[in-house]
């Protein structure tokens, strides 16, 4: 439930550029000359305080659709609480979320809102994060299914390195790789959600 909410932060406020928030800042960019060899991402000596535009980020304009695209959104009773409420258009981002609307947005709506806005290979593979915590929450586990995914979420993790600068991986996001043992060792995760407590 927490990893899901924390995976969703790294992801959500990088993808929109939220300041503050973001883990695409400038140490990160400093850093990333000295770790690994993305050139598109490294900062230009003669102008060192500015950041060039990456990839896996919205522009301005299409942080504007996904907040009213998010504002208009409409649930089901007890689907989901009000997103509209956290939506601030003058910041355009997004603020105040409990897990459970984290473990809604992470799960259906990232592959909708953010589809066509991102490079192909930033979009499957936030899709395929998203797959992979939906196959963990269902309600019926095949084993042989959990194994696959375990496989499947070491791999999507290499792909998000290959995206995202390393500063964005914290301890809280390797811990999706474990998600699948955890499961079948344990018991269904829904017999674990605090969501009716919060």
């Known amino acids: ?19 503050e928030k973001t883990k695409d800042n400038l ?20 102008r060192p305080n ?21 504002k208009d959104l409409q649930f089901p009773d007890s689907y989901a609480s009000n997103l509209a409420r956290c939506v601030y258009m003058m910041e355009l981002r997004m603020h105040g979320m409990k897990s459970h609307d984290c473990h ?7 592959p909708i809102a953010i589809r066509k806005m991102l490079p192909e290979h930033v979009w499957s ?3 395929e994060v ?32 290959k995206i995202f600068p390393p500063a964005f991986f914290d301890s809280m996001g390797h811990l999706i790789v474990h998600q699948s043992y955890v499961a079948r060792v344990g018991e269904l995760v829904e017999y674990k959600w605090m969501y009716p407590f919060e």
């Open 1 to 19: 439930m927490h990893i899901e909410k924390n995976v969703f932060d790294n992801i959500f406020d990088t993808v929109m550029d939220t300041k």
């Open 27 to 46: 140490n990160a960019r400093r850093n990333l000359k000295s770790i690994c060899n993305r050139p598109e991402l490294e900062l230009d000596e003669r």
């Open 50 to 70: 500015v950041m060039p535009k990456a990839a896996y980020t919205l522009s301005k304009e299409q942080k504007r659709r996904v907040c009213e695209w998010i």
């Open 104 to 110: 809604v947005f992470i799960q259906k709506l990232i």
């Open 125 to 127: 593979t936030l899709t």
């Open 130 to 161: 998203s797959l992979s915590f939906q196959s963990i929450c269902s309600t019926t586990l095949d084993v042989r299914k959990l194994h696959e995914l375990g496989n499947s979420v070491a791999i999507i993790l290499c792909n998000l390195e």
